[in-house]
């Protein structure tokens, strides 16, 4: 009998000891977990933020999911400060001129793991998502005579396609009222402005781009649904800019397996063989050479995976951003009538004196109007298209610290523009920084030339600054300084909901929808260049 009981002890031992092993194992991850947390946070404690933030990317991730994004950067900036810690190892920079030496030709600065999530494919990056400096810099030297084309033609023909599509489908018939004589705008007819805007950037990108605009304007849709799968894909872009790790997963297998690819027909598979045929049509033995974008990228020796990926920077982000600006400047006008008359009215004298040439005015005639660019500078300002940090870090092979707005930097750490937060500062633009106020611009210029020169180098961080400044800025201004000329000049414009004009999400790129407004046709004055 004591065999038996023997044998029992033995495995009652052995059962212990096994039950033992998964406590131990789970007690070893807990402790190595709270370790590395406990250096995270300890790592840059000495700097402000939410606390959540310190040890979790949630907070930031829980906001810019929900399309929260802009109000969740300036919000950070005004409550802790110049340098804020958003995240385990982002902080968020709301100093101006710190910002300008991070940005800066010289800057020791590089591009962080985050840009990775503008990488559209696997292949060659874009000049946006390029991580190495000498590369970077390399891509910019090609791209640049491509950007000293002149786009002013391309621009003309897309402002009058849009007039006219105006013109045939969405001017509201008005009807006079009986025994007044009034004439109320007419109900019915609304256009989705921000759609429109949309429409008209993606023509004017494929206009001096790529030979050819898309057809938006023409057929008066979504064309390809080019513009679905943008927005359908900015979220998820959006959130693996802030846990750069989820781009590393889209190429391990399974999720591999799930990634869009050529011969897809939705989705960016789309996408995918638009560029492709358009990039082997362009370098075909037997193309004829054309005065474009997409013929000085190939001059300028690209690569075919280089020229592909200029065609998804220029689709994605491009168009974006412009037509983001413009479906923002109509909103503050419409919401602001003073202004609204104020601009139009401009424009209208300028057009009575012959200042203004029809039926398009040229952008040297355009920049002679103050108050307009008074207006898209107040815009811009309130509403920068583009809002996910840029994350940017300092070089690990210097020094191990650096000193942003006097705290101590750890090599390594990522550091996001708050570019929303930083165009709303009362030092800069005054105490009513957060209103819409085209004549802080004109009141500045009568007397103030230094204060002027400052809140316009302040403004144009908007765009990026030194080796990291948008190649397409000027064309950026053309584009809309033109379209208000022609939009005013010819329309009057209000809004159809005017509890909610728009819906927003303020996502790595700001979404814009359902900004509904009723045109009616204006008595125009004629100018210069008119037919008698």
Partial sequence: MSNPLGLAKSNTRLWTVGALVPSLVILTFLLALSIYYYRSWKRL???????????????????????RLTPCLIEAGEKYGPLA????????????????????????????????AGRVTDGDPHVASERDPVKHKELRAKMGPAYSLDVQPAIDRQVSKLIGLINSKYTSVQSTIPKT????????????FSQKMRFYTFDLIGDFAFGEPFGFLHSDEDVRGLIQIGDLSMRMVTAAGLVPWLVKMKSKWPFS?????????????????????????????????MNDMMQAFIRSGMTKD???????????????????????????????????MALQ???DAASACGDLSSPIATDSEARTLPYLDSVLREALRLHPPSTAPSKLSPQKGGQSTTTLSGFTVPAGTQVGANIPGILRSQEVFGPDAGCFCPERWLKVADGDEDRLNRMKSTLDLAFGAGKFQCLGKAIAWMQVRKLYVELLRNFDFSIVNTHKPLHVEWLAIVKLHDFNVRITRRETVKAKNASA
Wanted: hydrophobic fraction near 45%; charge should be neutral; proline fraction near 7%.
């Fill in 45 to 67: 404690a000495h700097i402000p933020g939410p606390s959540i933030a310190h040890i979790s990317i949630i907070w930031l991730l829980r906001h810019a999911w929900n399309g």
């Fill in 85 to 116: 810690r958003i995240g385990p190892n982002l902080l968020l920079c709301s100093d101006a001129e710190e910002l300008r030496c991070i940005l800066g030709v010289r800057s020791g600065y590089t591009k962080g793991p985050a840009y990775d």
């Fill in 181 to 192: 004589g009034l004439q109320p705008p007419g109900l019915g007819r609304f256009m989705d």
């Fill in 257 to 289: 397996h799930f990634l869009p690819k050529q011969g897809d027909k939705v989705g960016f598979g789309i996408l995918f063989d638009f560029a492709r045929d358009l990039v082997d049509r362009r370098t075909a033995v037997e193309a004829t050479p």
């Fill in 306 to 340: 280089q020229l592909m990926q200029q065609v998804y920077i220029h689709m994605i982000a491009g168009t974006e951003a412009s037509a983001n600006w413009a479906s923002m400047i109509m909103l503050c006008l419409l919401t602001c009538p003073p202004a609204y």
């Fill in 345 to 347: 009215r401009e424009i």
